[in-house]
C-alpha cells in the first residue's frame, strides 16, 4: 500500500511542475448501484484520490469493478469560441463546464459516446466529470475541439513529450542487464531452456505497445529459446471496441515490435484480445493466422496449430521440451463470460498429454491461471468457470502422478505475482504489465507498481531439465525482490 500511496505522490509531484492543466481525482470503492451516485458530497472520504494529466482512466487500475469516481479541472481558453466537447464512457457519466451539466449518459452500459456545444469566454473555465464502472470493462475519453482547434485531449502536449521519452527507453539496457548478470550467475554452464514472459500489455494504453519491442531485446540478450505473450494485447478497448481501423492500428503496432525479435513467437489469447472493431472483428481463427501463423514455418514443423482455434503446442526437440498453449478466452461463450476452458479443448488436451512421451518436459501456459489465487481481484468468478477449472487442475494433476514430466502451469491475467502448488503442480502467475490496487488483489499476492515511461516488467524464465529447477528473473519493477524459483 506504501508502493501505491509513494507513486501517486510522485506522479502528483511531476504533474504540479507543469504549466499545463492538472486533473484531479477520487475514486470511491464498492460502489454497488448500476448509477451515478445522487450526491458525491455524500459519499465521504474516497478510497483513494490523486493527480493526473488527462481526462482518462489510465493510471486507475482497469482491473477494478464497481466504482464510482469524480475528476475536476480547468480548461484554458484563449479566446472566445463554440467549443463541442466529446465524452465516451463504460459505465455511466456525467459531464459538467462551468457547473452546468452539458452531457448525461448515465446507467450501466458499454462504450456509449455523446456530444455537446457551449459557448466559452476567455479565461479558465471548470470541468467536471462525474462517472462510476459496473463491471465488464471500463474506459473514458474526453475531447474536444472549436472552429480554430482540431479534436484533441485535455493535454495533448504532455502526451506528445511522454510518446517521445518512452521513444528513447534510456532505462531498457540497464534493467535488461541487471537482470542477466543474475541469471548467468545461476545459470553456470548447466543447459537451460530460457523465455520471456510478455503479458498484459494493453496496447490501447496509450503507447505500451513499445514495451513488446523492449522485451525483444531481453530476448536477445539472453538468448532465448522463445518468446512467450500470454495475451491481453488489448484489442477490446476503447475505442478498438466500435472502431475497426483503430484495431487495426494496435495489431499493426503491435506485429511490428515483435518482428523486433527473428526468434520463435508463441502467443495465448487474453480476454482483451476478443470482439474488437464493431464486437465481431476478431474471430479465434483470426487471432490465430496474425499471431501464431506467421512462426508456423519458422517453426519447422514444430508448431501444431489447431485449425480454427488458438490451442496449440510447440515441440523443442533438442531439449526435450513442449510447450503446450491454452486458450480461457473465447467470444460470446456462456453469457459471454470470458474465462473459461471448454470441453473440446480439455478433451483435447487430454489426448496431447496421453500421446506425449513420459519423460518429454511438458510446460502448460495460458493467459487464465485456473487455480483460485489466479483471479485478479476477490470477486467471485462464475460456477461454471470453477467447475472447467477444477477439470483443467484435474487433467494436469493425474498426468504428474501418472508418471509425466509436467514442468507446470504459468500464466499471466492477474496482475500479480504469485506461485503455489496444487496437487503436485506448479502454477505461477507472472504479473506483466497489468495494473491492481492493493485493495482488490487477492490475499498472499505481490504486485510490482511501475512507470511505463521508466520501468520495464517482464518475467524471464529459465528451467534447468537435468536438476528439475525453475526460475524467474524480474526484469524493472521489483528487481530481484519478485524473482521466484521452484522445482518439478
Same mark, same amino acid.
Given at each position: /500500500? ?26 470511491? !470503492? ?16 474516497? &478510497? ?11 493510471? +486507475? ?58 459557448? !466559452? ?60 548478470? %543474475? ?36 530476448? %536477445? ?26 484495431? %487495426? ?38 487471432? &490465430? $493466422? ?32 513442449? +510447450? ?28 496431447? !498429454? ?5 519423460? /518429454? ?42 508418471? #509425466? ?18 496437487? #503436485? ?8 504489465? #497489468? ?5 482488490? /488483489? ?15 516488467? +517482464? ?8 536438476? %528439475? ?5 524480474? +526484469? ?6 519478485? $524473482? ?5
Amino acid at each position: /500500500m506504501r508502493r501505491f500511496v509513494l507513486f501517486f505522490a510522485f506522479a502528483a509531484f511531476l504533474i504540479s511542475c507543469s504549466s499545463e492543466p492538472k486533473v484531479y481525482y477520487k475514486v470511491w !470503492l464498492d460502489w454497488p448501484e448500476r448509477n451515478l451516485p445522487a450526491d458525491y458530497e455524500s459519499l465521504g472520504e474516497p &478510497s483513494f484520490s490523486g493527480v493526473k494529466n488527462n481526462l482518462d482512466l489510465i493510471g +486507475i487500475d482497469e482491473t477494478l469493478n464497481h466504482y464510482c469516481a469524480l475528476f475536476e479541472t480547468t480548461l484554458p481558453v484563449k479566446k472566445e469560441e463554440v467549443y463541442e466537447f466529446t465524452l465516451t464512457t463504460d459505465d455511466g457519466s456525467r459531464l459538467y463546464i462551468d457547473g452546468e451539466c452539458l452531457i448525461e449518459n448515465d446507467g450501466a452500459h458499454g462504450p456509449i459516446e455523446k456530444k455537446a456545444t457551449k459557448l !466559452l469566454t476567455k479565461g479558465k473555465h471548470d470541468i467536471r466529470i462525474e462517472y462510476f464502472e459496473c463491471d465488464k470493462g471500463q474506459s473514458m475519453v474526453f475531447w474536444y475541439s472549436t472552429p480554430t482547434i482540431k479534436k484533441r485531449e485535455l493535454n495533448d502536449q504532455i502526451l506528445k513529450k511522454e510518446y517521445k521519452k518512452a521513444r528513447k527507453a534510456k532505462f531498457v539496457k540497464p534493467q535488461v542487464n541487471e537482470s542477466y548478470e %543474475r541469471f548467468a550467475r545461476w545459470k553456470g554452464s548447466d543447459e537451460t531452456l530460457v523465455f520471456p514472459i510478455l503479458t498484459d500489455v494493453h496496447t490501447a494504453n496509450r503507447f505500451s505497445f513499445l514495451h513488446i519491442g523492449y522485451a525483444a531485446q531481453a530476448a %536477445r540478450k539472453f538468448k532465448a529459446d522463445f518468446m512467450i505473450n500470454l495475451g491481453d494485447i488489448g484489442l477490446n478497448a476503447y475505442p478498438a471496441t466500435v472502431d475497426s481501423e483503430y484495431a %487495426r492500428y494496435i495489431l499493426d503496432n503491435t506485429l511490428e515490435q515483435m518482428k523486433k525479435y527473428d526468434g520463435m513467437w508463441l502467443y495465448s489469447p487474453g480476454n482483451h484480445d476478443w470482439d474488437a472493431g464493431e464486437g465481431d472483428y476478431f474471430t479465434e481463427q483470426y487471432l &490465430s $493466422d496474425f499471431f501464431q501463423k506467421p512462426w508456423e514455418k519458422k517453426a519447422g514443423g514444430n508448431l501444431h496449430l489447431v485449425p480454427g482455434k488458438t490451442y496449440c503446442w510447440y515441440d523443442i526437440p533438442e531439449k526435450n521440451f513442449r +510447450i503446450v498453449l491454452l486458450n480461457s478466452c473465447g467470444t460470446r461463450t456462456l453469457e459471454g463470460h470470458y474465462y473459461f476452458f471448454d470441453d473440446p479443448q480439455l478433451e483435447w488436451l487430454q489426448n496431447l !498429454l496421453d500421446s506425449t512421451p513420459k519423460e /518429454m518436459n511438458v510446460l502448460v501456459m495460458s493467459h487464465y491461471m485456473p487455480h483460485k489465487q489466479g483471479r485478479w481481484t476477490t470477486s467471485p468468478a462464475a460456477d461454471y468457470t470453477l467447475v472447467q477449472n477444477e477439470k483443467l487442475m484435474d487433467i494436469l494433476s493425474a498426468y504428474k502422478a501418472g508418471g #509425466g514430466t509436467l514442468v507446470g502451469m504459468i500464466t499471466g491475467d492477474s496482475h500479480t505475482n504469485d506461485y503455489m502448488l496444487y496437487n #503436485g503442480v506448479n502454477y505461477y502467475i507472472s504479473q506483466g504489465y #497489468g495494473w491492481v490496487t492493493p485493495e482488490a /488483489m487477492m490475499p498472499g499476492s505481490k504486485h510490482a507498481f511501475f512507470d511505463y515511461l521508466e520501468t520495464l516488467c +517482464i518475467d524471464v524464465v529459465a528451467v534447468k531439465p537435468a536438476t %528439475r529447477e525453475v526460475k524467474s528473473f524480474r +526484469i524493472g519493477a521489483g528487481g530481484q525482490e519478485y $524473482d521466484f524459483s521452484f522445482n518439478y
